[in-house]
């Protein structure tokens, strides 16, 4: 949570609390960072602490590209993008160069030294670009272009947009997911090449979800409707977290680094505000969840764009079972 880490877009992490690569470190682990996310992703931001290795940007033609402020205007006029078939943005590293740069990474791990690893991909984000194959899986995207704007990042508000550009975003979206899930495919085939896939806790997860117009806005970071709130959420390690369990609760992503710690058998003393995850199918688990638990959410203000519901000042949420309650700037300053 944003009032615990003290962090946001433009402020590094702060050491209120140790990241989990800093506490696994200590416990013996190698720790490797690959970072797709140029932009807020980097070790500028403070994600890198704990980190025995880190990649974000590295010297490369395409860091020399992005210097380059002629062929940054270039690549932002979209029928430049069509004429070149090109789909890549150059503030973030594609998939398959991610899951390289892991495995080579891993590759030198020691046998008798265990790993820790953070993946960041970042090709299923707006502007919603991947390779001809996965494109229009799901549909036309034949009007993807005309809704994105020079920066590529697209307009905010449904209102803006056509039905049909609403239509082709969605499938564009779908087909980036497509692309990422064919992607961690690949990476799991790696992993079983090694005989590490049945030996790794891995755990996919996303930082957040995206908005279709199903109020008002396009996108995600403007509010805290349902649509961005919800992620996916999965974890394997054999013979310890079972497979056939679903859990249909709302649970918190502040929770993952205290599950972790857990299942691989660390003392949490204390370390993560949150709690194991394992309460939700451990029929012998000491902390057993409430009918009802209680997830937060915030977001900082954003006063750049007239008319986001963030435009006023800082909102939070609460979802509790299938009810969501939202409280923005103008309840808590006017009174509620």
């Not at 449904?158 to 997911?177: H, K, L, V, W």
């Not at 369990?245 to 058998?265: A, M, S």
Request: hydrophobic share 40%; aromatic share 12%; proline share 5%.
């Amino acid at each position: 949570m944003r009032h615990e880490t003290r962090t946001g877009f433009f402020s590094p992490l702060d050491a209120t609390y140790p990241t989990l690569a800093e506490v696994l470190t200590n416990q013996g682990y190698v720790t490797g960072g690959f970072s797709a996310n140029n932009i807020f992703c980097r070790v500028e931001h403070g994600l890198a602490r704990g980190f025995s290795h880190y990649e974000d940007y590295v010297a490369s033609a395409r860091e020399f590209a992005r210097s380059s402020a002629l062929i940054r205007f270039a690549l932002a006029q979209q029928w430049v993008r069509r004429l070149l078939g090109y789909y890549e943005m150059l503030h973030r590293k594609p998939a398959p160069r991610i899951t390289k740069d892991f495995l080579t990474w891993v590759d030198r791990v020691p046998n008798d030294r265990p790993f820790f690893a953070f993946l960041n991909y970042f090709d299923a984000h707006i502007p919603y670009l991947c390779p001809e194959g996965f494109a229009c899986r799901f549909g036309s995207t034949n009007q993807l272009y005309k809704f994105l704007d020079r920066s590529g990042r697209g307009r905010l508000f449904a209102s803006d947009s056509t039905a049909e550009e609403i239509e082709s975003i969605r499938n564009a979206y779908d087909g980036c997911i497509a692309y990422l899930d064919d992607n961690l495919k690949q990476l799991f085939d790696e992993l079983k090449k090694r005989g590490l896939f049945d030996r790794t806790l891995l755990i996919i997860v996303s930082d957040h979800g995206e908005e279709f117009g199903e109020h008002i806005i396009i996108g995600h970071g403007n509010d805290l409707h349902i649509q961005s709130l919800r992620v996916p959420l999965i974890l394997r390690l054999p013979d310890i977290v079972p497979v056939d369990v679903i859990v249909q609760e709302p649970v918190t992503l502040r929770d993952i680094p205290t599950t972790v710690i857990d299942l691989l058998g660390f003392p949490d003393n204390g370390l993560f505000p949150g709690q194991s995850l394992e309460r939700y199918w451990s029929r012998h688990g000491t902390e057993k969840p409430e009918d009802n638990e209680l997830v937060l959410s915030e977001i900082s203000q954003k006063n750049w764009v007239v008319g986001l519901p963030v435009e006023k000042g800082d909102m939070k949420s609460l979802v509790i079972g299938d009810m969501h309650y939202i409280l923005e700037w103008r309840q808590y300053r006017g009174g509620l």
